[in-house]
């Protein structure tokens, strides 16, 4: 981490930390920065260590608080490392953005039998979502508040045909399927569960020509920030419902 931990009183008025994984470029950082712009401290999740330090000293000056932590979803032990830090350092989490991904694989084909991509989003996307989360969930239910986001994909609903994206598509598809579920057993708990797609954004991941990655984040923070009561088991674009 990049500081030393620090446990804050019990007379420390309540705000809100946010953690956002895969933060250090892309839609993760402008999630991070818009956030922050928000008020809120924000944990600013990286595989490296050094890029995701680099990402928040160009947030130095952001009204929030903005913090690198290094964070592979893949590693349980970095979780856990991460879930104690948080617990000593804060003693709560409000805001959880699953936005940790990758294997956009545009020409890969289903009938393909190299499942070597297929793995890894599912490991990143689907398994690395649910591990985080059930990380976080106690320093969420111990305040009987929580706002969950999964970025998810409008390739995922269920009505996409379109034969591009395999792997990505199946792992954000599984997604949304973990996204209703966990959503199920919260309600009633003041943690809301929501997938969003932030559309396709100019970013490395989504190459160029998308919209501009402020607009797709856009979204992700309305969703992180929604006030009680607030909706939960469904999906998202730029604050409207969409179909699964």
Not at 119 to 146: E, V
Not at 213 to 230: I, K
Request: hydrophobic content about 40%; some cysteine.
């Amino acid at each position: 981490m990049s500081r030393p931990a620090r446990r804050v009183p019990a007379s420390t008025p309540v705000y809100r930390v946010a953690l956002v994984s895969g933060a250090n470029r892309g839609l993760g950082f402008e999630v991070a920065s818009q956030l922050s712009e928000r008020g809120m401290t924000v944990l600013l999740g990286a595989r490296d260590l050094d890029k995701g330090l680099h990402a928040a000293r160009k947030l130095a000056s952001a009204p929030g608080e903005v913090i690198a932590v290094q964070l592979d979803v893949t590693r349980q032990e970095q979780v856990d490392t991460l879930a104690r830090w948080i617990e000593v350092t804060y003693g709560r989490l409000d805001v959880l953005v699953n936005n940790a991904g990758g294997y956009y694989d545009h020409d890969a084909l289903a009938s393909d039998g190299d499942l070597t991509r297929a793995l890894g989003a599912m490991q990143t996307h689907l398994y690395g979502s649910w591990r985080l989360t059930s990380a976080m969930l106690p320093l969420m239910r111990r305040h009987g508040y929580g706002r969950i986001v999964n970025v998810s994909s409008g390739c995922a609903a269920s009505a996409s045909n379109d034969r591009h994206c395999v792997a990505y598509r199946t792992s954000k598809s599984a997604l949304n399927a973990y996204t209703r579920t966990l959503a199920a057993e919260l309600e009633g708990s003041g943690i809301t569960v929501n997938a969003v797609c932030p559309g396709w954004v100019a970013t490395d991941l989504g190459g160029a020509g998308g919209r501009p990655v402020s607009v797709g984040a856009a979204g992700v923070v309305w969703a992180a920030s929604l006030p009680a009561p607030a909706p939960t088991g469904r999906f998202f674009r730029d604050g409207k419902q969409i179909a699964w």
